[in-house]
């Protein structure tokens, strides 16, 4: 079966005038039109390709690679909006349509977006949806606490950032946690803070307790070496000037230079830390 909206292994067909034709080996057939057909290339060659529906409805397959594949999340340019609604650039040649009704917000031409992109079951077209929520579900987690997990920046809230977690659950890093500058649709990696009692996920971009020592300790270390072996930080620096040079809060800076201290790794002074 050919599957619209993902990445299919095809068998070449055969050779026609619009371009080639594949085969699932099965009945499926969908046509690779002659802008995306190789150079070099035999009957019975197996390809992959991306398929999706052309201006026409027609299933189609391309060799260019979307930025985004059904059930996956991405941050999208609306290139225009029309009376039917906005009209998103995913890279290829037709644009990714997203319904009024599945704007979270009204999009405006030039904006960017992070949406789902999914098969509509009524119209069987690929839609995409900026009510990314939606598409999430913590009633039966399959992440656990201290799991390192797959983070997408969704959305802000008054607490701090939700971010989409495994492209499966919903989590959300607070503010005394972020300690570098993050956006909308970026993908980072995170470890699971905690599991509240609603299913609710707390989300951290660092390693938690004794798991941050050593990543923190290294970036001081390369920090320390970066600027001829001295940092004017020590166990009395403000939070804020922790955070300004070396993106972590001040808990996780004193406890890994007090593990840098006791290897013998550096020596702390009144104006600051030095490198042996």
Request: proline residues 4%; negative net charge; hydrophobic residues 35%.
């Amino acid at each position: 079966m050919i599957h619209l909206g993902e990445y299919n292994t095809l068998e070449i067909l055969r050779d026609t005038e619009p371009g080639l034709f594949l085969g699932d080996g099965e009945e499926g057939e969908v046509l690779l039109p002659n802008r995306y057909v190789p150079e070099v290339f035999e009957i019975g060659d197996k390809i992959d390709v991306f398929v999706y529906l052309d201006n026409e409805e027609r299933p189609v397959a391309t060799t260019d690679q979307p930025y985004i594949k059904k059930g996956d999340f991405a941050l999208l340019r609306c290139n225009q909006v029309t009376k039917f609604g906005a009209f998103l650039d995913w890279g290829l040649v037709k644009e990714l349509f997203c319904p009024f009704k599945e704007q979270a917000f009204k999009m405006k031409a030039g904006g960017w977006y992070l949406v789902h992109c999914y098969l509509d079951e009524e119209t069987e077209r690929l839609v995409a949806s900026s009510k990314t929520n939606h598409f999430l579900d913590n009633k039966e987690l399959t992440v656990a606490q201290f799991d390192e997990v797959d983070l997408i920046v969704s959305h802000p809230s008054d607490i701090g950032m939700n971010v989409i977690v495994n492209k499966k659950h919903l989590g959300l890093v607070f503010k005394d946690d972020i300690y570098r500058d993050i956006s909308v649709g970026d993908r980072l990696k995170g470890i699971v803070k905690k599991v509240r009692h609603d299913n609710k996920l707390d989300i951290s971009l660092n390693q938690i307790g004794y798991r941050n020592i050593e990543p923190n300790a290294e970036l001081i270390i390369n920090s320390l070496k970066d600027n001829n072996g001295f940092i004017p930080l020590h166990d009395k620096s403000s939070p804020e000037d922790i955070k300004e040079q070396l993106q972590m809060s001040k808990k996780s800076f004193k406890r890994a230079i007090g593990s840098l201290y006791k290897d013998r790794q550096i020596d702390i002074k009144e104006d600051g830390i030095y490198l042996k």
